[in-house]
């Protein structure tokens, strides 16, 4: 059984998460909020479109943030793993769901209403100001998908996806960047706007060209500036 994420320590939570961000006695203070749940595979933790006064931290767990279209289709948005927040636009803004958020294995949670989040925030102006940044990491990392899916082909979609995990949640190992995350190529496949044929063929190149390697859990960039020569922009250009 896997050893649970000890608050007082920022390594034992992905990088680039909430929890991740805030120093130890911070992160604590936020894990005491709220009433911590354990869900099921397939549980649905925000509904798209519907009001909410409450958002919800990830303890464990990964989870698919989605949103519908008029014709019944669905788009995978983002994943989230333990050690985010989700929910937080919709109550502090006080608007519908704009997206759906499913766990995609057990998880467990800590369910944080509004009236106890907001006090949080005012007693914590360094959390207040890592939860603005990570919104708007969150926003600049939709415009540009929105960008991608009109302009640029599979390959490069591919590769840029791989590049903002890499650069959001990546950990660097002997071997390269380590993205460990269960990420299937279905759930990869909707958040590029491919088939998952494209996807298998795309990871199967890259893979042939030493670019990445793949397994069950993880993806390994070997070799990152070819990744970011298919990407087509420099990471040292503030994009």
């Given at each position: 059984m896997?050893?649970?994420?000890?608050?007082?320590?920022?390594?034992?939570?992905?990088?680039?998460?909430?929890?991740?961000?805030?120093?130890?006695?911070?992160?604590?203070?936020?894990?005491?909020?709220?009433?911590?749940?354990?869900?099921?595979?397939?549980?649905?933790?925000?509904?798209?479109?519907?009001?909410?006064?409450?958002?919800v931290l990830l303890r464990?767990?990964?989870?698919?943030?989605?949103?519908?279209?008029?014709?019944?289709?669905?788009?995978?948005?983002?994943i989230r793993f333990r050690g985010d927040l989700v929910g937080e636009m919709s109550a502090l803004n006080k608007r519908p769901r704009s997206a759906t958020v499913t766990t995609c294995g057990p998880a467990v949670v800590n369910v944080i209403q509004l009236h106890e989040f907001k006090p949080f925030l005012r007693s914590h102006p360094e959390a207040a100001l890592e939860v603005a940044a990570m919104v708007a990491d969150r926003l600049r990392w939709s415009n540009q998908r929105r960008?991608?899916?009109?302009?640029?082909?599979?390959?490069?979609?591919?590769?840029?996806?791989?590049?903002?995990?890499?650069?959001?949640?990546?950990?660097?190992?002997?071997?390269?960047?380590?993205?460990?995350?269960?990420?299937?190529?279905?759930?990869?496949?909707?958040?590029?706007g491919a088939s998952d044929t494209t996807i298998e063929k795309t990871l199967r190149q890259l893979r042939g060209e030493g670019v990445v390697e793949t397994d069950y859990r993880r993806i390994t960039i070997r070799d990152l500036a070819r990744l970011w020569e298919i990407c087509g922009f420099d990471p040292l250009d503030g994009r």
């Amino acid at each position: 059984m896997p050893s649970r994420p000890d608050p007082q320590s920022a390594t034992d939570w992905p990088h680039g998460t909430l929890l991740s961000r805030l120093d130890p006695a911070t992160r604590a203070d936020l894990l005491r909020l709220g009433v911590r749940r354990r869900v099921v595979a397939g549980q649905i933790l925000l509904h798209e479109g519907a009001q909410g006064s409450h958002l919800v931290l990830l303890r464990q767990g990964l989870t698919k943030v989605t949103a519908s279209h008029p014709d019944g289709r669905s788009t995978l948005l983002a994943i989230r793993f333990r050690g985010d927040l989700v929910g937080e636009m919709s109550a502090l803004n006080k608007r519908p769901r704009s997206a759906t958020v499913t766990t995609c294995g057990p998880a467990v949670v800590n369910v944080i209403q509004l009236h106890e989040f907001k006090p949080f925030l005012r007693s914590h102006p360094e959390a207040a100001l890592e939860v603005a940044a990570m919104v708007a990491d969150r926003l600049r990392w939709s415009n540009q998908r929105r960008v991608e899916f009109t302009s640029y082909p599979a390959r490069v979609r591919v590769a840029r996806i791989i590049a903002e995990l890499a650069r959001s949640h990546g950990r660097q190992a002997p071997d390269g960047v380590v993205i460990d995350i269960h990420l299937t190529q279905s759930e990869l496949a909707t958040a590029c706007g491919a088939s998952d044929t494209t996807i298998e063929k795309t990871l199967r190149q890259l893979r042939g060209e030493g670019v990445v390697e793949t397994d069950y859990r993880r993806i390994t960039i070997r070799d990152l500036a070819r990744l970011w020569e298919i990407c087509g922009f420099d990471p040292l250009d503030g994009r």
